[in-house]
């Protein structure tokens, strides 16, 4: 599901973001799928040489990363269209907030929700 992923970080409203996939050792043919956007210098690809945890691949990205702000996906996560240009408002207007959660819910292969989390405001 990654190029789905990706294409929905591709589609947001706001387009100040850079893309770093970390490859933690995946057994299937991911840097192959991702070699044109690769080539295409859309994404940055960083391949672990052997499987870690998986903070240590979102740790590894975010010592890559370049900008102030991050947010971390893993392959099957989308993203609504307005995802970070809702979060980039969210820390405009609350400057002293160093850490926050979008809202996420579960949703089947067609995209419909198939469960919503309670969150408190």
């Known amino acids: 599901m990654i190029l789905k992923t990706l294409d929905s970080v591709f589609e947001q409203t706001f387009n100040n973001y850079e893309i770093i996939v970390v ?30 945890e998986r903070a240590v691949s979102r740790n590894t990205g975010m010592a890559a990363a370049s900008g102030q702000f991050g947010t971390l996906l893993d392959s099957d996560d989308i993203m609504y269209p307005n995802n970070l240009i809702d979060a980039f408002s969210f820390v405009e207007k609350n400057p002293e907030v160093q850490l926050f959660h979008n809202f996420y819910e579960l949703v089947n292969e067609n995209g419909l929700s198939i469960y919503q989390y309670k969150f408190y405001r």
Request: charged share 30%; glycine share 0%; net charge negative.
């Open 23 to 52: 490859d933690n050792c995946s057994t299937d043919n991911t840097e192959e799928v991702l070699k044109p956007l690769i080539h295409a210098c859309k994404i940055q690809f960083i391949k672990h040489d052997k499987n870690y």
